[in-house]
């Protein structure tokens, strides 16, 4: 699947209320994870047992409902500690990956949409 095709199924996800997140597997296939967030209009937080449910993960995604896809200090803390996967952010009209290189996360197509 491309990364526009991607882009444009993560849109769906958004919503301005609530962070949502999940993961790609391999082949395609998008899967939503629970956000356990004490305060997930503004935050999200995954189990890290939910990874562990999954097989054949190439990248994280999570919205950002009030705010542009730019990373937060917190999305730059997740994105590293997986530096395999390609890092989804989607925002009200955007959509933005990121990806890990040389222990530096960078922007990997901006407005994938």
């Not at 919503?15 to 997930?40: Q, W």
């Not at 999200?44 to 937060?72: C, M, Q, Y």
Request: with cysteine.
């Amino acid at each position: 699947m491309s990364r526009k095709s991607t882009a444009s199924k993560l849109r769906k996800f958004w919503v301005n209320t609530v962070e949502r997140c999940g993961l790609l597997l391999d082949g395609g296939k998008i899967v939503e994870l629970k956000n356990t967030s004490d305060t997930p209009g503004h935050n999200f937080l995954v189990d890290g047992k939910d990874f562990e449910r999954h097989e054949g993960i190439v990248a994280t995604w999570h919205t950002h409902p009030r705010t542009s896809a730019n990373l937060s200090v917190m999305d730059w803390a997740m994105f590293k500690q997986f530096p395999d996967w390609t890092h989804y952010i989607v925002a009200e009209g955007e959509v933005r990956s990121y990806i890990v290189r040389d222990g530096k996360v960078l922007i990997h197509e901006e407005n994938c949409v």
